[in-house]
């Protein structure tokens, strides 16, 4: 009688060979982690009433993520409290709806709640007013503060046996500031790097500048 089938080493040969299929590296992907800083994501719509009717936005310097960049434009933020932020990066391309992204800091000191949510989940987030050299947009809904997650395509995924929406945790090497972080959201497609974002008050409380190691893994 032939031995019982051991079903996670069939598993694991059967990820080795998609992996190698989908052309994924034989050893450990690069990780990259970046610091989200505050910045925003415009409509044409509103980059049209922030900035002048027709105007294109003006790509300054490309993202880590193919085909994403940090525009020449910026705007003034205003929360409830009158207090502002004079300068928000737009990152482009333009999106359907238009979006703020804060750190927690950040929210705490112009007065608005942001909740933590994944980025384009903004129905029912409180808003802001944009200024910009042509005109206001009073933003109803869409300050969040961006949830931490990971980017990655299908051979990342197949390498750490994760899938799109799913969970995993980061570990931060930095001396005294060593930080493990939990529950970073997967967003896996056919095309992403591999990257982590986190935002300002996450990479200053690992004192990410001075890390020596990190590591990604599935919990």
Known sequence: MAPPIDRSQVEKIVREIVVQLLGGPKGKPELVVSISARHC????????????????????????QDGFYAAEETVMLVGPRRRMLPSVRVLGPTRSRSQVELAFTDAISLGIDAPVRPSGKID?????????????????????????????NVRDAEYYGVKDGERMSLRIESGFCTTVYEGLLVRADATSKLEVHLDTDEGNAADIDHAVRVELFKP
């Open 124 to 152: 029912g987030t409180p808003g802001c007013v944009l200024v910009g050299p042509a005109g206001v947009v009073d933003l109803k809904q869409g300050v969040i503060r961006a949830e931490r997650h990971v980017h990655m």
């Open 41 to 64: 994501h415009l409509s044409q719509e509103d980059v049209e009433t922030l900035f002048g009717k027709g105007h294109q936005l003006t790509p300054m310097k490309p993202l880590y």
